[in-house]
């Protein structure tokens, strides 16, 4: 799929994707496609467009403070029910 092939509604949701931006397609101009194809939007889901700069470094921030915190709760419970 190439982003030249997008329509308009398309293009903005694929260049807010990363930003994590909401896209109301139905706020295009008149007579434009509001529709989004299941293609686009598994091509985003399947990690086609990634976040850049601050944005991948705080996905890898919040990522890693996810594994932490799910450690420390299995950690808790695992203790909690190995008590005598």
Known sequence: ??????S???RRLWGSFA???AVDVRDAPQG????????????LLAGCRRPRGTG????YALT??????ATTVAAG?????NRP
């Open 8 to 10: 308009a509604g398309e």
């Open 56 to 59: 991948q470094w705080l996905a």
């Open 19 to 21: 930003r994590g931006g």
């Open 32 to 43: 434009a496609a509001t529709a989004v194809r299941a293609e686009v939007i598994a091509a």
């Open 77 to 81: 419970i695992s203790r909690a029910l």
């Open 1 to 6: 799929m190439c982003v030249d092939e997008l």
């Open 64 to 69: 890693a403070a996810g594994w932490i915190l």
